[in-house]
């Protein structure tokens, strides 16, 4: 095999975020940006010679040629056999149902996720464990250490291989199987559902779905499942070829971004339901006729219907959800007497509940469900789950949601963010929240818009109940005497200066009140916040960028 020992230095800034190592395509398009991350990996790997790799990613601009570089490095470095989806694809929740199926030691997947693609958009490469969950914060610390302390990395000097075909070649000693991205996903999903119960329903005639698959990696999975699978229409899926710039989108699957999918779900015709995933098939957004379900509501409406799917019969072991996700789910949880746990923002926070068995279900408020099923979340899956609700209950989704409401209470709640914010001054907002925590509580604040009790102040920190690990400085959550709640947190996925996240958060129990519009129920929480860290004046902008 004829390796090549190429010298290097440590560049500066490789420390995976929220979600591995994002940036500009630019940057890691300049050679050793990406090789040096690549053998940052490796060298924190112990006991991989031989063993197998699972390699694909969102299809985005970049992806084929990263590939290409990964493999020959895999070779270099000593892995026994690499599994890599056909033309360098793998949605997130298919690569890590890949590693877990073939029982492989991990895998490198490629993507910036819902950031926009293209030569001028995004990159992003992060690495996940033998169990298919994205590294844990102590292997991404030690691939950050490893990174800064490089002086060489290992290629192989060969062709490149040709994905495009199915099979088995060799790339020095290492063995490439090139898969098919779909099948072993589409079967496991197949597993959990009743896909003769949710075939009968998009037959019908009667019921209509329409599945954005937002140009990006959903795509080929959304036409083997709905279409070839269950036999919806054709036209139930839209935006179904992966392209390597989204198009020109941003495949982010929430009310700003899908405006095609919402206006198709708003318009007179509208399909009974509509749905979108993101570049990399992770989240999911689920639409009703003109009625748009938050992500923190569908996960618990999944809850409380979960026994309705065959994967989930048998009940659930417990639920998480991240912090800044509205509690409804730790309302489900309470009735059906099982456990619920408070994670830090990522997905990485779910592993070791999921792999210790103590839940089942796990979600976030930025659009990610999931399960047991693999270690990521899974837009797809979650997809499946609704028709699987909805083709037993017989109910439109907005009749489902107001039906929970009525039992639970309702959680208002939204999350404004400000993006591109100058760096500096969204570490000064933070700094000036943290100054007034030990202050806050028990505080009365007389604002035009009321009068707010603070009960409790503070920057979230987690102790992971498996392994005991401490994540600190996850959030700063201020809550209020009546149940509110506002969280502020910067976002640790963005590529060009800062993006301050505000999440507001209001519980009403009395059904009568449920039909008051989500910003105005939320107006004194939204006026709360700018006076609590001076967002206008901070940060210069007076509306939020995105809101969700
Ligand atoms: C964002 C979301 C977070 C999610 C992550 C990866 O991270 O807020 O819930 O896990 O993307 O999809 P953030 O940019 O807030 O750090
Ligand atoms: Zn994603």
Redesign the pocket.
Known sequence: MNVKTIATRPIAGQRP???GLRKKVTVFEQTPYLENFVQAIFDSLDGYAGQTLVLGGDGRYHNAAAIQTILKMAAANGFGRVLVGRRGILSTPAASCVIRKHRAYGGIILSA??NPGGPEGDFGIKYNTGNGGPAPEKITEAIYANSGKLTRYLTLDAPDVDLDLLGSTKLGDLQVEVIDPVADHADLLASLFDFDKIGALLRSGTFRMCFDAMHAVTGPYAHEIFIKRLGAPAGSVINGVPLEDFGGGHPDPNPTYAEQLIATMFADDAPDFGAAS?GDG??NMIVGRRFIVTPSDSLAVLAANATLAPGYAGGLAGVAR?M?TSAAADRVAEKLGIGCYETP???KFFGNLLDAGKVTLCG???A?TGSDHVRE?DGVWAVLFWLNVLAERKLSVEAILRDHWKTYGRNYYSRHDYEGVDSAAANGLVEHLRAQLATLPGRRLELPQGTFHVKSADDFAYTDPVDGSVSTKQGIRVGLADGSRVVF??????TEGA?L?VYLERYVADPAQHAIETQQALGGLIALADQLAGIRERTGRDTPTVIT
């Open positions: 975020g929220t979600s996720s819902h993101d992770d989240r991240s800044p923002t990522g997905w976030e408020e930025s990610g979340k947190r910067l976002s640790g996925t963005g993006t996240r």
